[in-house]
């Protein structure tokens, strides 16, 4: 098994945990955790796995892997967050990668005692392995790195989750990269659980849905990404991206009407 160590020459005293959660990421987890050698700690949180996500996470002499079961995304990175020991976190999911401009700014960011409390990193969509240029995600932004302190996931927000931070939110140069979109298969399940999550944050807002949430809205998420957010530039990429994000939102009322009903 592959045991993977620091080298001497990146820091050792920047005080960073760097958490992932994870279920059947077996193809993206260890050329993250390779990006990871400057942390201090580095936690796998692991909602049990079928494939061999585990085994190769633990082959790393540097992760700790602890398994917990999966109820929604706030409620599995704020466990992840009571483990951690740092005073920085950065949190990533398995799908992204740092590149070595990214690594250095990071270290920089916390060894120059940071201005801000938290920090916004910028994204790069890969469709498949090729950049998606616009389709919605070229102001895509999200926060990746924060004091430990006083932070938490909203519980509001089961996915696409809200970290609840003190002070103003700083901004990164340098871009993450995102490799959400391997295939078309994959991807749609994942829309399709990210819409089922979603339904029932609107289940907890009260919502009830009828014609305008099963259809008007769906295509105006169409419209929005493909039209308005220049997906139409992205050629195939954008139909096929902005197709599945309107179709997530399809289900996640569909899903709410069957829960209505259940309920």
């Known amino acids: 098994m592959e045991k993977v160590k620091s080298t ?9 945990s760097a958490l992932i959660i994870t279920y059947n990421e077996e193809h993206n987890i260890k ?9 201090d700690e580095i936690l796998v949180i692991d909602s049990f796995s079928t494939d061999k996500t ?3 996470a633990q082959s790393f002499s540097n992760v700790k892997v602890s398994q917990h079961v999966f109820e929604n995304y706030a409620l599995q990175r704020n466990y992840a967050l009571s483990l951690a020991k740092g005073t920085w976190i950065l949190f990533l999911d398995a799908d992204e990668r740092l590149t070595p401009a990214l690594k250095d700014e990071i270290i920089q960011t916390i060894q120059n005692k940071a201005e801000f409390n938290s920090y916004y990193f910028k994204r790069t969509f890969m469709f498949a392995n090729e950049k998606l240029h616009f389709s919605g995600w070229q102001t895509d932004k999200i926060i990746r790195l924060f004091r430990k302190e ?24 340098n871009r993450l990269i995102h490799y959400s979109y391997t295939d078309y298969f994959s991807y749609k399940e994942k829309m399709t659980r990210y819409g ?10 009260g919502t009830k849905p009828h014609f305008f949430h099963f259809y ?17 530039l992205d050629g195939k990429k954008g139909i096929i991206i902005c197709y599945l994000n309107a179709f997530s939102v399809y289900i996640r009322f569909q899903e709410l009407k069957r829960m209505k009903l259940k309920n």
Do not use: C, M, W
């Open 8 to 16: 001497e020459s990146v820091p050792t005293d920047i005080h960073l």
């Open 31 to 39: 050329q993250l955790l390779q990006d990871l050698d400057f942390a």
């Open 54 to 56: 585990v085994e190769i």
């Open 150 to 173: 006083n932070t938490t996931y909203s519980l509001q927000k089961t996915v696409h989750e809200k970290l609840n931070t003190v002070g103003d939110i700083g901004k990164l140069n």
């Open 196 to 205: 089922k999550l979603k339904a029932s944050e609107e289940f907890i807002k």
């Open 216 to 232: 008007l809205r769906p295509s105006f998420q169409f419209i929005n990404q493909y039209l308005l957010r220049l997906g139409i």
